[in-house]
């Protein structure tokens, strides 16, 4: 599986970005996917998450009522709509994907997602 994502950008705080990671393949839906962010000098951290069909999603806390994870199986991509962005939404973000044989299950952990995308970034000013 090969993640390019894009969408990445300069923005002023409260602006909107909209970021897309497309899959190769054919069996992207077949993978639990999700967005992880590191900011600089810091750990990576979990985004959001959405699973195979695109049922279920999950978001950290951080993020909730502002970002939106989606996915278009027939587009073989998953998004990230960003609405409101404040400036520790510095970051590089990553899509990553999973394959996973139970079709609700979003994935929160960095740690478990098998394939990663390289990165797009986004800067967000005051």
């Known amino acids: 599986v090969q993640l390019q994502a894009s969408g990445g950008g300069l923005v002023q705080a409260g602006d909107s970005l909209k970021l897309s990671c497309r899959s190769s393949g054919r069996t992207f839906s077949l993978y639990g996917m999700g967005w992880i962010r590191q900011a600089p000098g810091k750990e990576r951290e979990f985004v959001a998450a959405i699973s195979r069909g695109g049922g279920s999603t999950d978001y950290a806390d951080s993020v909730k009522g502002r970002f939106t994870i989606s996915r278009d199986n027939y587009r073989n991509t998953v998004y990230l709509q960003m609405n409101n962005l404040k400036p520790e939404d510095t970051a590089v973000y990553y899509c990553?994907?999973?394959?996973?044989?139970?079709?609700?299950?979003?994935?929160?952990?960095?740690?478990?997602?098998?394939?990663w995308g390289q990165g797009t970034l986004v800067t967000v000013f005051s």
């Open positions: 990553a994907a999973r394959g996973s044989i139970v079709t609700h299950i979003v994935i929160t952990s960095p740690d478990e997602y098998q394939y």
